[in-house]
């Protein structure tokens, strides 16, 4: 019935959390929302859990899985994902954990209540501190006294102090944590050997008529056509009228020049810099370079870094601002600087000159006349698209629409793996597979500027194709699983012959060794079965494993237990008991406060419940 706290952080500020909602109002109701006398949704003994406490705990919820969503969730949608059940269940358990505190006499002073009414920042004057008026008006404006708040926050207190006591009581069996760790962490040596079609004495043969047509007749959906609709459309790309513009030789020398910088890139060198603090350092370091006593590569490294650090890669005269001029006047590879930057003095290191590339208008003209062609057909099909549209409107047939436009027409056998020709498309696939018989046709925009609509004429249902139309496939098809199925055999043949996994390596497979291979490890080219294997095997053994349409024999050498005196399994048993002493208390202390319910009882108002839910819709 009850979901208990789930951990002592949870329990803790749980009811903060709601202090601070009435506090500050944020919780949507306040004490004269909800009519009537019964102000209770139920509780646990006679601990009873105030319905705005209640419906405040729900919005919070809400409000925090919004947070975590993305987006705004009404009541009815937390109906769905049970947070008002989630939320009912906490507040029995935090009541039923209040009985039992009372029941055990725990409970705190006037004082500690008194020092955390001084934490509340919702209760501070303009000084910072507690103030006892702002007190009073906040309670006020919340229908509470504070009576009623102070025993909260008692109840709260001593909830906590009970809660902290059946958490911290369990820990994990000291056997158990060893157990779990000497599983988790000793290691495998084996040797592993792939069969491949090569390691069998003979090829397969060929298949016989009959046992090919009784692999088609056993394994008939690769050789199934799915279904396939039949459809008539229309349409219209800018590649089909590209041919049809006429260009305007002024207009694409003026696109050229606009353009220049695509077409003309200046002399650019590769550059790496070296900043320093100063002008005396880098100097200093000029100096060295110009004796021989250390190259640019040994300056970088004496700043703790590599070349590829300080490399700026191809730059231009501009791209280097002040150094410009210096690193261009170079004429082969050298130093130039040091030279002031904005990062302070810097070294730069010029080691290749790219010349200028130049692209001439005769050289661009025919890529800018079919980027120009397209763009005109582009702007041809939309100032064609109002005209089109009313065709349809108006009933034209797709036939009728190519005779009164540049519209062309087609027929597909399209179906969902169809992706050739206007398939490439996904409007027209999207279209393609919601049509209708009856549907009239509706013009549709494509990415490229393209405009089509189509007329679905029929639907063939999925079909076996006959077995002389998917012969190969079916020959492939039968000669892979009949080669799976001797290299299995041959893999188990071996498997029984090997009474020492040793020699596995002089079987004449070739094998890879593995020492010490990790619980949970990896290996290259084979699926995780294999590494699966490993650890369910007994030493001594040779298995078999078939798996992603591989054959594989393992070898389980030796098992080797893990040294739990290293550093690194001793810090891994620690969490290992941190971890299952957690788990452990978590389901203790869940035990603890189904058994306080069951015997103290629950009650549940699901009149009062349901009104609450009602204002919340």
Do not use: C
Request: glycine share 8%; hydrophobic share 40%.
């Amino acid at each position: 019935m009850s979901t208990p706290l789930r951990s002592k952080k949870r329990g803790n500020t749980l009811i903060w959390t709601i202090m601070a909602l009435i506090m500050l109002g944020l919780g949507g109701f306040g004490a004269t929302n909800f009519g009537g006398s019964t102000q209770s949704i139920g509780g646990v003994g006679d601990h009873e859990i105030d319905l705005r406490d209640y419906a405040r705990a729900v919005q919070r919820e809400m409000q925090a899985t919004s947070a975590q969503i993305g987006k705004p969730v009404n009541f009815a949608m937390a109906q769905q994902m049970g947070i008002d059940q989630s939320v009912l269940a906490r507040l029995l358990a935090s009541a039923a954990l209040e009985g039992e505190a009372d029941r055990l006499g725990l409970s705190v002073g006037d004082s500690a209540v008194r020092d955390r009414l001084k934490t509340f920042t919702a209760f501070n004057g303009i000084d910072g501190k507690f103030d006892r008026e702002a007190y009073k008006l906040a309670l006020q404006r919340e229908g509470l006294t504070e009576g009623d708040f102070e025993s909260k926050l008692r109840n709260e207190a001593a909830r906590t102090i009970l809660q902290s006591a059946a958490l911290g009581a369990t820990t994990s069996p000291a056997i158990l944590d060893d157990r779990i760790t000497a599983w988790a962490t000793e290691t495998r040596d084996f040797t592993l050997a792939e069969l491949i079609p090569s390691d069998l004495p003979a090829p397969v043969a060929a298949p016989t008529e009959e046992q090919l047509k009784t692999y088609y007749d056993a394994h008939p959906e690769p050789y199934t056509r799915p279904e396939t609709r039949r459809i008539t459309y229309v349409w219209l790309s800018p590649d089909m009228l590209a041919d049809k513009v006429q260009l305007d030789e002024a207009a694409l020398r003026k696109s050229y020049d606009e353009r220049i910088k695509e077409f003309v890139t200046p002399e650019r060198r590769l550059v790496e810099k070296l900043v320093y603090p100063d002008m005396a350092t880098a100097e200093a370091a000029k100096a060295r370079l110009d004796k021989g006593e250390v190259d640019f590569a040994g300056l970088a490294k004496e700043r703790g870094l590599e070349l590829s650090d300080v490399d700026l890669g191809e730059v231009s005269k501009e791209d280097l601002g002040a150094a410009g001029d210096a690193v261009f006047t170079l004429t082969a590879p050298g130093i130039a600087g040091p030279i002031d930057t904005d990062l302070g003095p810097a070294l730069f290191s010029m080691n290749g000159i790219l010349d200028t590339q130049e692209v001439s208008f005769e050289e661009a003209r025919d890529d800018l006349s079919s980027e120009a062609k397209f763009d005109q057909a582009r702007r041809t099909i939309a100032q064609e698209n109002d005209k089109l549209q009313d065709l349809l409107a108006s009933g034209a047939t797709l036939e009728e629409v190519t005779k009164e436009s540049e519209m062309q027409l087609f027929t597909i056998a399209f179906d969902a793996t169809t992706q050739d020709g206007i398939a490439a498309y996904a409007p027209f696939r999207e279209a393609a597979l919601k049509a209708k018989d009856g549907d009239f046709p509706t013009l549709t925009a494509l990415d490229d500027g393209g405009v089509f609509a189509l007329r679905l004429d029929g639907i063939d249902p999925p079909a076996l194709k006959p077995l002389d139309e998917v012969r190969d496939q079916v020959v492939a098809d039968w000669t892979k699983a009949e080669t799976q199925a001797a290299l299995g055999r041959l893999a188990t043949d071996t498997a029984a012959k090997l009474s020492d996994p040793a020699l596995l390596e002089s079987s004449g497979l070739v094998t890879t060794r593995y020492d010490d291979f990790a619980r949970g490890g990896f290996i290259d080219g084979a699926p995780p079965e294999v590494a699966q294997k490993v650890f369910v095997m007994a030493p001594g053994k040779t298995d078999v494993v078939e798996a992603a349409g591989k054959v594989f024999l393992v070898g389980l050498r030796q098992v080797n237990a893990a040294d739990l005196a290293t550093p690194e399994i001793q810090q891994f048993h620690k969490q290992v008991n941190e971890q299952l002493s957690q788990a452990l208390s978590q389901d203790m202390f869940q035990l603890f406060t189904q058994t306080i319910e069951t015997r103290a009882g629950i009650q549940i108002d699901q009149a009062a419940v349901a009104a609450v839910n009602a204002q919340m819709n």
